[in-house]
């Protein structure tokens, strides 16, 4: 199991066996600290504190550091996100084609803002994305890995409606 | 493991073989427009009805296999709205927007009745015609595919077609028969440069590299395609990986590297997927490992997954990334070349750029100078949307006009319903957030890199938004200076925040509030976050403001002067008004006026007064007879 | 890359400039006398370009930084065109849009770079609109004050705490425009691994980052005429007070200060010195003892307050080797707090101790539990060399007019080893001064060991005193401990003596000495102090008089168990962040019951997200919802039996609906 970590308390070790795997994979090296976040971040879906220090520590660099570099990409979740995740691409082309009101339609639907944007039931988890890159099919969202594309507010109403249904069920 | 030079001979042997008794290949676009369109449904619906016609499908290719069905699918083929799109070969019928439900008639019909299903067809809207085959549609005949070629074509993930179309020969021929100097040399006498925006010489980039003396380099792909509004790496990555890392592999060996970084976009989860299955399956073939086609020299390659900013498509900041650290930029110079990785010489190099050079290197230089300008061989491959009718991913020859793409690939302009209106052209932004608009009078300049920039433009990565006369101007600087101020890194004062005030005074002008001072403040602004700021993310990030300040500036003086929006698009400079024609006079609306705005006798048309509206749009959505404009 | 060997030079605004070896061009600008503006170059630290302000025009470069660019030979260098004054005029502006304008309250008003280059460069005016920060300034820490308003972003003091101390206890949090300098997690300095040293603070341009200020509490002891207030001044505040009032780095005011002391209304002023001559014998002892007896060596110096703490966080293992000692701040507190109430014929409770030092960890230091005896903490207050520079002002005292007084007795009287404490090498040469006689048996004639002078990072000698050979290391700057720590601890290298200070230069540099920049006037304080040290009549810390005294009296001999009491401590390992273990039962504080559902990725498969909207639905059918607090939350590690639910401290695998309504049925039943 995990040598070097060892040192620190045993509840932590106990705690933190997944981490631990994954940071014999990348070999303690901070320099792979990014893929060991996104590693650790499939594993626990997100970022806990408890976690991100206990990983500076094994790694032997500052927690702010590891907090740093967490909190500069976007895609690293510092709170837990709904099982849905709908992205909502806000890329030019999806823009001209009238993203924005998708996005309104969305937050209001499902009661969440750009900072507070999880549903408090933890089915849900709006964000706005640069760009998703599926320009020719804009405007487009995606929820979890499923593309949508050419989507009006109404047709993402029924996309959540139906998740709804179906997790009601 | 391939180690003698005839290995990829008897792979291209074994694949053929394979082949041999297919009678038909039924290829399915697998792209991100046509999977989300439907396309694997299709891709099983066909499979069923192969086998329910009494036929073989296959669909892994082995050399034992005595199917005579060939089913695969395909990379982005570029014609996202048309999807999903079926191919039919050796016949080349390519039928558009098809639906699982259409499976059994594409069977039946084409291969048992030798026919086609003409509903499937592609129609030109434009003339009416019916094209047959991709080769007829407007949309594709225009083009000079190159880059994207194989993309639509083959299987992305089986390395032997890859090898069986020529592949990696010119991987071989680097590493077996050329010094590095060679391939440096062949690379700048094709004059490629590099696609990820600032064009510079990707051959002089190379030979700077391999001057340098060091007991370890590092070549970089850079696959972190953040423009929005751009989508061709991630297309080259999906459809054709193995083309990508062929051309890392020749980068590797023109600086004398032995090690390669592929950054791709997280928001990209099947492009990842796809190179990684790429650089694993070149891996046990032996095309990567130690002693690549018996050279005696290394070569191997990581796929590192981006984290989620824009900014590390900047070269200093991607390095920042992999080194697992903050994606800021850091000065230049240093460059990557004398210092980059771990302080190591580095080469860096979009996607599009490498996707090139196995081309150069099979076909040679001259080849590739057939196309293109003098100044900017080759051809590029632009990202079209906005309001045109073909949306998609297109590759033109560098020199070719804005007309030839807007109206004859992309098929004219559209209105705000999205038919087509032959007097709707207003502007092209070109090159994303780092770019500038291009307008009439620039419709017939050859698009290249050095004239783009000399309107003051840039290329960019390839992203051309084409916007119609709806548009207003002022609205799209403000689009794309909120982009770049969301993905600022946030490290230096022009950038961090001259951005954010560029924002507030364009915001500031579309809500009616600026003074005349306030356009001679963010001209001034905007040229010192231009010239001062740290990183290209920052210097480009003004562009926008300055392109449409110098094109358009009457549209902005009409929104501070005249407090009026020439587009009709600026919702607190809109004048709200009710329609004396469709209004019915039944009084809903101004029950729902929140400030008793709206008067009148009922059944007799009603009016807003623009003083105390305050344009919440409750009255418009009251209305059952869309008599309301401008809130 | 580096062509400076030839002799071409720059020409700079039109005149030649020979190059001379400058690692940038900024540097070579300013060796040529001509100053430009910059927030984040500094010297010591890497180069950052994010400020843009030292931009220059080149030939053939346009716009570029000059602080990171090398120069070379024939480069044609522009400093002050007009499109550089107006670029450098537009990133002030725009600087002050998003800065919290409460200049005239700031505590870094008269020292803020930000104001003087505003100043220099001509804004007259901010053009933009003003974008105000609205965030909580953060007091936690006993030595610091950190207001994120004021933060322009610069990254000195990130890159001050991690390349020069190697501990990174802030860094850069968020991206783009919500970039904000914090510590881990956005935690209160308070709660982190800052020990304190305030190099952050002595680098920050603005009043971003600031020593605490205990003047108000000082001046309310002052003003009250039931208190006795007696000060001690540290050695490095005498060389260092005079620059904010006028006078050249080095120049000792000890009279002068100790006359504006008394008219601000201090009782008696004492000297640090004197308690340092005390430190002196008692370690000097303990490591003669340590050396002599064969037992635990090397010995680390432990009166710095920042490298105690630095120990005790990442050395838990290394702590049996720091001197047992306590600092003299806190050993002139102990010895002031037991032996002068009787003297000054006060109420132990009436006397209030200030220390005046050049540090802002001795702030923290002064607040540690262990130094707290009956009648409170033997340190009531820790005024920096800057707070009594501006208590100074405050009661309008005209320093430069002053008359000279001297020091109270006994307690004021020092020799020059107790005055070199203040530069780094200090310690060392002190305890050598004793060590020799006491080591040889004989009189030590020359008490200088220039040896152990000078400005190293890591200075290592060895020395002979009689037949004893001596290993010793001088390190400055904690990157530069745990460089020798680390050797320590792989048991790779064999000193006998480690001297280390936080602060590059010592405490001269301290984070409480008046701004300054350049390492210049570092070393002209340190000079001053070994000229003082020159001017005493006495050099060794056993020479002086009241020390003897003071062992006859109270302290009975150097080491004894009641020198032990009075002066020795006890170290402890600490834990790097507060909270960082885990809290089985982490509760809300609002009486209600706790109910946490994992939705890990082993628990999510396995339907721990349906149990929480059931969870939360059952709750709310039942009327309960007020009385629980259910919420998702991060990985149990039980994930092959999930669905993971903790009702209360009872957590419960493979849960169900079933079994985890009944768990929290039987527990708020219980709590009814």
Known sequence: MCSSCCNAQQEQVRRFEKVCRILDKHQHNPSRLIPILQEVQKEYRYLPEEVMAFIATSLGVSPAKVYGVASFYANFALKPKGKYVIHICEGTACHVKGSGKIKDALFKKLNVTPENNTTPDMLFTVQPVSCLGACGLAPVMTVNEEVHGQVTPEAAMVIIDEIIKKERN | MLTDMQTLELIKQGYDKAVKPIQHRIIICAGTGCVANGSLKVFAALKKEVEANGLTAV????????????????????????????????????????????????????????????RLLYVDPAHGQVCHTQKEIPFYAQQKRIELGD??????????????????????????????????????????????????????????????????????????????????????????????LEGIMIAGRAIEADFAYVYVRAEYPLAVERVRKAVEDARALGILGADVFGSGMAFDCEVMEGAGAFVCGEETALMASIEGQRG?????????????????????????????????????????????????????????????????????????????????????????????????????????????????????????????????????????????????????????MRFTQNESCGKCIPCREGTKQMLLLLEQIMEGKATAKTLDTLQTLAEAVQKGSLCGLGKTAPNPVLSTLNYFRHEYEAHIFQKRCPAGACKALAIPEISAELCKGCGFCAKKCPVGAITGERKQPHKIDADKCIRCGACAQACKFNAVAGV | MNTNGTNEPIILNGQPVVINGQKNLLELIRSAGIELP???????????????????????????????????????????????????????????????????????????????????????????????????????????????????????????????????????????????????????????????????????????????????????????????????????????????????????????????????????????????????????????????????????????????????????????????????????????????????????????????????????????????????ADVDAVLTTQELGKMIKQAGIQFHKLTPESLDMPMGFKTGAGVIFGTTGGVSEAVLRYAHEKLTGTRLENPDFTDVRGNTGILSKTLRIGDIYLKLAIVHSLSNARKIADQVKAGNCDYDLIEVMACPGGCVAGAGQPVSEGGEVVQQRAKGLYEADKTLQLHKSQDNPYIQQCYQTTLEKPGSHKAHEMLHTEYNSRKRLCGSAINLSEGSGDGKLNVSVCVGTGCYLRGSQTLLTQLLDTAHTKGIDDKLHIKATFCFEACTKGPTVKVGDTIIEKCDLKTATREIDSQLKVRV
Request: proline share 6%.
């Open chain 2, 59 to 118: 669909v892994t290719l082995e050399e034992c296999n005595e199917g005579q069905i060939h089913l695969s699918k395909s990379g982005c083929q570029g014609f996202c709205q048309m999807g999903p799109l079926v191919t039919v070969e050796p016949e080349g019928i390519l039928y558009v927007k098809v639906k699982a439900e259409d499976a059994a008639e594409i069977i039946k019909t084409t291969l048992i009745d030798k026919s086609k299903v003409e």
């Open chain 2, 151 to 244: 993309c639509g074509y083959i299987d992305p993930e089986d390395i032997r077609e890859y090898i069986a179309r020529g592949g990696y020969y010119a991987a071989r021929r680097a590493y077996a028969k050329m010094t590095a100097q060679q391939v440096c040399e062949e690379i700048t006498a094709s004059g490629l440069r590099g696609r990820g925006g600032g064009g510079f010489p990707t051959g002089k980039k190379w030979a700077l590299t391999l001057q340098q003396k060091s007991d370890k380099k590092y070549v970089v792909c850079n696959g972190d395609e953040g423009d929005p509004g751009a989508f061709m790496d991630r297309s080259l990555m999906e459809g054709n990986p193995h083309r990508v």
């Open chain 2, 328 to 480: 800021m930029p850091r000065p230049k110079p240093p460059f990557p070349a004398q210092s980059g990785l771990w302080g190591k010489p580095t080469v860096i190099n979009n996607v599009e750029t490498l996707a090139c050079v196995p081309l150069i290197i099979t076909n040679g230089p001259g080849w590739y100078r057939e196309c293109g300008t003098q100044g900017s061989p080759g051809t590029k491959t632009f990202a079209l949307t906005g309001h045109v009718a073909n949306t998609g991913l297109i590759e033109v020859p560098f020199g070719s006009t804005l007309r030839k793409i807007v109206f004859d690939i992309g098929g004219g302009v559209t209105d705000t319903t999205g038919e087509i209106d032959p007097d709707a052209f207003k502007a092209v932004q070109i090159g994303g957030p780092s770019g500038g608009c291009l307008i009439n009078e620039h419709l017939d300049y050859p698009l290249d890199f050095d004239t783009v920039k000399k309107i003051g433009a840039m290329v960019g990565s390839g992203g051309l938004v084409v916007m119609n006369n709806k548009t207003c101007m002022v609205q799209i600087a403000h689009f794309f």
């Open chain 3, 38 to 376: 910059t927030f984040c170059y500094h010297s010591k630290l890497s180069v950052y370009g994010a400020c843009r302000l030292c931009i220059v025009e080149i030939d053939g470069m346009g716009v570029v930084t000059s602080c990171s660019t090398v120069p070379t030979p024939g480069m044609v260098v522009r400093t002050h065109t007009d499109q550089l004054r107006k670029m450098r005029r537009i990133f002030l502006e725009l600087l002050l849009a998003n800065h919290h304008q409460s200049c005239t309250t700031c505590d870094k008003s008269d020292s803020c770079k930000l104001q003087e280059l505003a100043r220099q460069m001509g804004v007259t005016d901010v053009r933009f609109p003003s974008i105000p920060k609205d965030m909580q300034a953060d007091t936690s820490s006993p030595s610091l004050v950190r207001d994120p308003n004021k933060c322009i972003l610069c990254g000195d003091c990130v890159r001050a705490c991690s390349e020069i101390q190697g501990i990174g206890a802030i860094d850069f949090a968020g991206r783009g425009a919500t970039t904000v300098v914090a510590p881990a997690f956005n935690k209160d300095l308070g709660e982190v691994d800052c020990v304190n040293c305030g190099l952050c603070a002595s680098v920050c341009p603005t009043g971003a980052i600031v020593p605490k200020s205990e003047i108000e509490d000082v001046w309310k002891a002052v003003n009250d005429p039931n208190v006795t207030v007696v000060a001690q001044i540290a050695p490095a505040v005498r060389v260092a007070l005079g620059e904010m009032f006028g006078l050249e780095p080095g120049v000792a005011t000890t009279g002068r200060i100790v006359a504006a002391l008394k008219k601000i209304g201090f009782d008696k002023v004492f000297d640090t010195s004197f308690a340092a001559d005390l430190t002196v014998l008692e370690e000097a002892t303990e490591f003669i003892e340590r050396k002599t007896l064969g037992k635990k060596l090397p010995l680390f110096t432990s009166c710095c307050p920042g490298w105690v703490k630095y120990a005790e966080q990442y050395y838990p293992e290394l702590l049996p080797n720091l001197s047992s000692c306590r600092s003299p701040q806190q050993m002139f507190g102990s010895l002031a707090k037991t032996t002068l109430p009787d003297q000054l014929k006060v109420k132990p409770e009436q006397l209030y101790v200030v220390s005046i030092m050049p540090c802002t960890a001795k702030k923290f230091e002064a607040k540690r539990p262990e130094f707290r005896g009956p009648a409170g």
